[in-house]
């Protein structure tokens, strides 16, 4: 279900249930990775080699946030909702060895490294970097009342906010359709939708559900940098929404997000309950 922006510049917030979780393992774990990068026409063989090295330590990396994520506890059944809670850990590699490394036999173009990598599990609100917290008008509504967002974070970043269906479908609420700039600036509290902005979000059960009350969420992400980390192809009039079967959009998110520095992004929930 897509939430559409109607003539009287109503948006629905349908968000989902996202898993709980337990205290993360916090050894390091040694992964082995291969990274590849093509020789470009004006290339030097010493840049492809650093990229493909770079890319062996991102996969590396990838996969070390993966051991993480599996020694959290958690209930969920929601692959969707996971990729977003689990974006709070992020990995750093401390040592990197290369097990081989070499040009490809039938691609002399392409270059291919294999290491061994020792990545350390990293959890930004425990040190220093950017920050960002978010907070909602109510924490209790009624189906049907309106609900605000707040969220500052502690330097110049660009966020983005999410919300999460019950049927694991994700709403890209910013940036949309007509509020494309989601540059903030450090210290200064934000509210979405701004006074006067005619847009209103407003609480609602999935169509079909039948139970009295249901605990929902918003995601909001901030990276020091504008990063292309989502797809912009909006349509005027509607908020960018992907159903519970497009775990590709975050998977891809989850994954641009680990090759940052850990100190370059940040990410908060805000949850409320929505009752009868």
């Known amino acids: 279900m897509k939430n559409l922006l109607r003539a009287a ?14 205290q993360a393992a916090e050894e390091p774990v040694w992964v082995e990775a291969v990274g590849e990068a093509q020789m470009g026409e004006y290339d030097t063989q010493k840049e492809v080699k650093e990229r493909a090295k770079r890319d062996a330590q991102q996969k590396a990396v990838e996969k070390a946030v993966g051991a993480f994520i599996r020694s959290h506890t958690f209930v969920s059944n929601n692959q969707i ?14 040592k990197a060895e290369i097990l081989s490394e070499g040009w490809n036999q039938k691609d002399r ?5 294999a290491l061994k990598a020792l990545v350390t599990p990293v959890y930004p609100e425990r040190g220093e970097g950017l920050s960002i917290k978010v907070s909602l008008s109510r924490t209790l509504l009624k189906e049907g009342e309106d609900v605000r967002i707040f969220y500052q974070a502690n330097s110049d970043c660009h966020v983005y906010l999410f919300s999460v269906a019950a049927d694991g479908s994700v709403t890209l609420l910013l940036p949309n359709a007509q509020d494309r700039d989601n540059f903030v600036k450090g210290g200064t509290a934000v509210e979405f939708p701004s006074t006067g902005n005619p847009l209103r979000l407003e609480a609602r059960f999935l169509p079909g559900f039948i139970g009295k009350s249901a605990e929902e969420r918003v995601k909001i992400i901030a990276t020091k940098n504008k990063e292309d980390i989502i797809a912009l192809g909006f349509r005027e009039g509607m908020f960018e929404a992907f159903d519970a079967k497009s775990t590709g959009m975050i998977s891809d998110l989850v994954r641009r997000l680990n090759q940052l520095e850990p100190a370059d992004w940040a990410e908060a929930t805000a949850v409320y309950q929505i009752n009868r």
């Open 9 to 22: 510049m109503t948006a629905v917030v349908l968000l989902g249930l996202v898993p709980s979780l337990a």
């Open 109 to 113: 173009n392409l270059y291919r490294v």
């Open 81 to 94: 909702a996971d990729d977003l809670v689990y974006a709070s850990v992020r990995g750093k590699v401390e």
